[in-house]
């Protein structure tokens, strides 16, 4: 009978959660209906069988490696506040937040720093802090599947990391990444906006 | 059985209605009655409105009803009420206590008079008009018990949850090509003369559509009942405890005592009735020789109690363009929701159906249905078999004499805010497909089966304690396969044509997912499709 029945209070840390992501009320609220439809047998955290379920993901390449991203240093499990951690890097940036933000408080999970990151790590698999040539053939074969032949991917890998690569050291780190990147508009790609 | 009216001779139609009910019930009943002992009545007051029962112990008992007429007269009738309810309590009870008088008077009363307004009006197809009055009232007090779930939440300083149909997040509708094009202009220094190969940006494109799905995607929540925007009083829906005043509690109290203890048991007894009396119809029917009157009985029959079973779930339904209606050597199509749309849809036309043969209650009733008039069920294991199933649906629509098939392509039953892909196999017979849309409105009550989480009796249970099932049907015109169509196009044009006229949002994904894991090939779809974006260009340069 109340198995439907959800509000804020009812959500477990309510209040952390939402000074952790950012995420208003009502958007949390949103989250969390979502998060419990996700988990069909009531288990209270979601799996990696559950997030596999939703047809529109198994069908995008990148598909396991964005449901690798919610289970970090090999969790089987996510709660709803590790599920909204991930998600909040999608929060639309606000003007006010840089502004008024106190240098002394960690980064917002939105910034334009932490987005890139996201989407750093899901090139780098082994979390060195490198792409190296091996891994981006590994996200470029993700993405192609069979329609490519392994000489052209390796050139196209090559020619990537040579062209972010500065410090010569044939791999990707993180500021060469977020330098060929500068000129993105990082902060409405990768946004998610949730309705009101 | 008497019936005799004295007084004006001006009453209303429906009071015509009424005792023309009572005596058809009457005869109905007849032959399952004992003879009465033929004994002067206790009719002792022919007062306004009194009514009196015979001798306890004999059934049926004599009755006089009395009550005011149009012009102020009095008119006065003698009838005989007979019901097996009444007549089971006073075996029960032989003895002659007041109490056990009332009660049976005031059962007998009730059970038969709603029967009579209900079951004999099904079987004409004629209609009181309660149940649109009805709806009315409910609408009135769901919307008062919205604004006042709003006003408690207001007082706490909250806000309500509100669901959204279309999805909760802002979503571009641009396709891959143009997206990762734009990702790359607004990252790129470089004059795009020729778009570059591949950029480390191309990687946001598919990121941010993953994180899309995650937290909203079309397809999961076809599985489950829609949810409603204002509160309907029933707590399977509602989504804001916390905010019932105490007059909303008492609201939904007697809401409760008014579904369980009034709604409940009147409608098991319609259904109970319905399902008797169309095996025992249809049995009987099966014996006459094969002939047009046979024919002409078995769709009455049919009809009858399909009209019976939907008063037995008080379904309020809206027929639209009925010119359009299947005729013979046709196959009817429609999305289906819940098992109860047989029930609605057989209820306005002949129809033979189609399934899997079962066991059990089930079974028997398929059975008596084959007996008056060709159905085709299937063995469990002939449905494996997609030639044989093909073969028999053909050889059906072929025989013009034959009803259409009722057939329902989605294979599984979709929450009804969008129509799935239509599997293709009935579309491959090649006769005219006569396309029908339903759609249910689910403030009186939510038909839609979630096989996953509750079985058939729970389903029947919590239909049955809704206020109302409503719905629409719009009976679409025909159309058939052009020559230069198959089966999965024309299939998917029928699809179009139920959703545009149902207002359902129209689906490619299969039905099946509710299940299974979606096969691979989609996945190799939009591979290919980033493939070209960045390998044709490798070829150009290469060349270049």
Avoid at chain 1, 126 to 151: A, N
Avoid at chain 2, 254 to 280: E, K, N, Q
Wanted: glycine share 8%; net charge neutral; with cysteine.
């Amino acid at each position: 009978m109340g198995s439907r029945g959800s509000h804020a209070a009812r959500i477990p840390d309510a209040d952390s959660i939402r000074r952790e992501t950012g995420f208003s009320q009502a958007s949390l609220l949103r989250l969390y209906h979502r998060f419990r439809a996700l988990d069909r047998n009531k288990k209270g955290y979601l799996s990696r069988v559950d997030l596999q379920q939703i047809g529109a993901l198994a069908v995008n390449p990148l598909g396991d490696r964005i449901i690798d991203s919610f289970f970090p240093d090999g969790n089987l499990r996510v709660d709803f506040p590790g599920f909204v951690r991930v998600l909040a890097h999608f929060r639309p940036v606000d003007e006010d937040d840089s502004s008024m933000r106190d240098p002394k408080e960690p980064e917002p999970l939105n910034s334009r720093m932490n987005k890139l990151r996201f989407a750093f790590q899901l090139y780098d698999l082994d979390r060195d802090g490198k792409i190296s040539r091996h891994e981006m053939l590994q996200v470029l074969r993700l993405m192609v599947g069979v329609q490519v032949t392994e000489e052209q991917l390796e050139s196209i890998a090559d020619r990537t990391v040579q062209e972010a690569d500065e410090d010569g050291d044939g791999a990707v780190s993180f500021l060469e990444f977020t330098k060929s990147l500068e000129k993105m508009d990082i902060e409405q790609k990768m946004s998610i906006r949730i309705l009101k | 059985m008497l019936v005799w009216k004295i007084g004006p001779a001006s009453f209303t139609s429906k009071v015509h209605l009424f005792w023309g009910a009572l005596a058809f019930w009457d005869c109905l009943l007849w032959p399952f009655l004992l003879p009465p002992a033929p004994r002067q009545s206790n009719v002792v007051n022919l007062e306004w409105g009194l009514l009196s029962y015979g001798d306890s112990l004999s059934f049926p008992g004599w009755c006089c009803l009395t009550g005011p007429s149009e012009d102020g007269g009095l008119f006065l009738s003698w009838g005989s009420l007979a019901l097996p309810g009444s007549s089971t309590m006073f075996l029960l009870l032989p003895f002659d206590s007041l109490i056990v008088n009332l009660l049976g008077i005031s059962l007998t009363v009730l059970f038969t008079l709603l029967l009579v307004f209900i079951i004999v009006p099904a079987i004409f197809g004629v209609s009181f008009g309660i149940r649109k009055l009805y709806m009315k009232t409910l609408l009135k007090i769901f919307a008062w018990a919205t604004l006042r779930m709003e006003r408690g939440a207001k007082e706490k300083n909250h806000q309500l949850y509100k669901p959204y149909t279309n999805g909760i997040i802002a979503k571009d509708p641009t396709s891959l090509e143009e997206e990762i094009k734009e990702i790359r202009r607004s990252g790129s220094s470089k004059a795009l003369d020729n778009t570059p190969e591949f950029e480390l940006s191309d990687i946001f494109y598919f990121c941010r559509k993953g994180m899309e799905t995650i937290m909203d995607d079309e397809v999961t929540k076809r599985f489950s009942a829609e949810e409603l925007e204002s509160w309907n009083l029933l707590s399977r829906t509602n989504y804001n405890f916390q905010y019932i005043s105490l007059r909303l509690t008492v609201l939904w109290g007697l809401g409760v005592l008014i579904r369980y203890c009034f709604l409940l048991p009147l409608r098991i007894a319609l259904a109970f009735t319905g399902i008797s009396l169309l095996v025992i119809g249809t049995t009987v029917v099966g014996y006459l020789p094969n002939g047009r009157f046979k024919e002409f009985l078995s769709k009455h029959v049919h009809l009858m109690c399909y009209r019976i079973c939907v008063r037995a779930l008080t379904a309020i339904i809206t027929y639209h363009d009925r010119e359009n209606r299947p005729r013979n050597g046709g196959i009817c199509v429609a999305n289906h929701t819940s098992p109860i749309d047989v029930i609605i849809l057989a209820s306005d036309g002949y129809y033979a159906m189609v399934g899997q043969v079962h066991g059990g209650l089930m079974g028997v009733i398929q059975r008596a249905m084959v007996k008056a008039c060709p159905h085709v069920w299937f063995e469990r294991s002939e449905v494996k078999d997609r030639h044989l199933v093909a073969k028999r649906l053909t050889e059906h629509v072929q025989d013009k004499s034959k009803l259409p098939i009722l057939i329902f392509p989605e294979g599984t039953c979709i929450n009804n805010t969008s129509v799935m892909m239509f599997k293709k196999g009935s579309f491959e017979i090649g006769a005219t497909v006569y396309p029908v849309a339903i759609k249910y409105d689910p403030q009186f009550g939510d038909a839609f089966w979630n096989s996953s989480k509750y079985g058939m009796v729970t389903y029947l249970l919590r239909m049955m304690t809704s206020w109302a099932i409503v719905c629409s049907v719009w009976y679409l015109p025909p159309m058939t396969r052009e020559t230069d169509e198959d089966a999965v196009q024309f299939a998917n044009r029928v699809k179009s044509a139920i959703a545009r006229q149902g207002g359902l949002v129209d689906l490619l994904w299969d039905g099946g997912l509710k299940r299974e894991k979606v096969k691979d090939t989609f996945k190799e779809e939009q591979q290919k499709l980033y493939s070209k974006m960045i390998v044709g260009n490798h070829e150009d340069r290469s060349r270049s």
